[in-house]
């Protein structure tokens, strides 16, 4: 399968593709050609030492509209502020049949703590702001809010964590829990239909206050 990463020069971009190059090509997009391949290298080089001939897939970078074109799974791997230009710039290249995810949480650093923003400023959560700047016709899928960038990155180490996730289409929730399996001990909880995404999506900052306030490192969830 060939899995794109809008913006995936970033943190999280640069997880998700030492995740699933084992199996899949992936293809890291940036606004900048030059910077999208020079991350992909280093990217490859970081996965073909660790799985040697094991990797089966390759990492390439291109500019962010050659990415939609190509992937059969893309993964949104930008902020919140940004979802608006970047949808309606590659609305009309992505394939019909192509899944997008989102990971993408709303939030600032306000003198309480980190603070869901939709729920501040009336605005939407992440997932239905991509969908409505997408349009009806992609399946989208919303997942990954939890999971810390350092974590995804730690490819030697299994998660040990669950992974909330949202959709309408049940082809493209089974595309993404198969991605998800992938993850070394990553497990995928269903929460239910993208309307209710912002109840992942507003984890996040619940997390990332109490591991600032109780000195926990890299925090994750898990349903037991
Ligand atoms: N970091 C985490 O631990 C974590 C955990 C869960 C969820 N998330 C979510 O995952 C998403 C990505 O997070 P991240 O930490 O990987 O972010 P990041 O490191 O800041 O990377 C985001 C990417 O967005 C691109 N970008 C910057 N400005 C842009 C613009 N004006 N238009 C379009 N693209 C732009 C950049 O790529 P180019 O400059 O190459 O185009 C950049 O590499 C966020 O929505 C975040 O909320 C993050």
């Known amino acids: 399968m060939k899995v ?3 913006g995936g020069t970033g943190g999280m971009g ?5 995740r699933w190059s084992p199996k899949h090509d992936i293809l890291v997009g940036s606004r900048d050609v030059q910077k999208a391949k020079d991350a992909a290298n ?8 660790y799985y040697g001939d094991k990797m089966s897939g390759n ?3 291109d500019e962010n509209l050659s990415i939609a074109r190509k992937s059969d799974v893309l993964l949104l791997s930008i902020h919140y502020e940004h979802i608006k230009d970047t949808c309606e710039q590659i609305s009309k290249h992505l394939r019909d049949d192509c899944i997008v995810i989102s990971p993408i949480v709303p939030m600032k650093k306000t003198e309480s703590g980190f603070v869901y923003t939709p729920m501040e400023d009336s605005k939407r959560s992440a997932a239905e702001a991509v969908a409505a700047h997408l349009g009806d016709k992609f399946k989208i899928v919303a997942s990954f809010h939890t999971i810390s960038e350092a974590r995804l990155k730690s490819i030697h180490e299994g998660l040990d964590s669950d992974t909330f996730v949202c959709g309408n289409d049940k082809d493209a929730l089974a595309t993404v829990n198969n991605l998800i399996s992938e993850i070394s001990g990553l497990r995928y909880i269903y929460l239910g239909p993208l309307s209710i995404a912002y109840q992942a999506e507003i984890l996040t900052p619940m997390l990332l206050n109490s591991a600032h306030r109780n000195k926990i ?5 898990r349903i037991v």
Do not use: D, V, W
């Not at 280093?42 to 030492?49: G, Q, S």
């Open 59 to 61: 990492i390439i970078g």
């Open 14 to 18: 640069e997880g998700f593709a030492l």
């Open 217 to 221: 490192k890299n925090p994750g969830i």
């Open 42 to 49: 280093n990217y490859f080089r970081t996965a073909r030492n």
């Open 4 to 6: 794109g990463l809008i």
